[in-house]
């Protein structure tokens, strides 16, 4: 059973940077494509970004597109997703999850496995 745990949260000010990341134990971690995704009080949870099992190739939402960057490292089981230009927006529970899946554009309903969050605050 892969677990997925959630790091690096926290209050940043808008026009601030911050890493989030997402260590993965239990599952052959590389195989995968990986990605993150929000949800801020009242809304649905939403796609930000996801990446290949090799890195090569990413995919983001338009919202954050040029702001934010996810990356991974197979050796340390973990992705990540380095976030600059933060909004007030932006502020949500960020959460990472497993695409078992070849399709780098999936929807939500493709990820299998999620991590339990880690919040991100934006204040003006």
């Known amino acids: 059973q892969v677990q997925l745990i959630e790091s690096g949260g926290g209050l940043v000010q808008a026009g601030g940077s911050l890493r989030i990341s997402c260590a993965a134990s239990?599952?052959?971690?590389?195989?995968?494509?990986m990605g993150w995704f929000r949800q801020a009080p009242g809304n649905e949870r939403d796609f930000v970004a996801s990446?290949?099992?090799?890195?090569?190739?990413?995919y983001y939402a338009d919202s954050v597109k040029g702001r934010f960057t996810i990356s991974r490292d197979n050796a340390k089981n973990t992705v990540y997703l380095q976030m600059s230009s933060l909004k007030p927006e932006d502020t949500a529970v960020y959460y990472c999850?497993?695409?078992?899946?070849?399709?780098?554009?999936?929807?939500?309903?493709?990820?299998?496995?999620w991590g339990q969050g880690t919040q991100v605050t934006v204040s003006s």
């Open positions: 999850a497993v695409n078992p899946t070849n399709n780098l554009y999936a929807k939500k309903g493709a990820y299998d496995v």
């Open positions: 990446i290949t099992w090799s890195g090569t190739s990413t």
């Open positions: 239990g599952r052959t971690f590389s195989w995968y494509i």
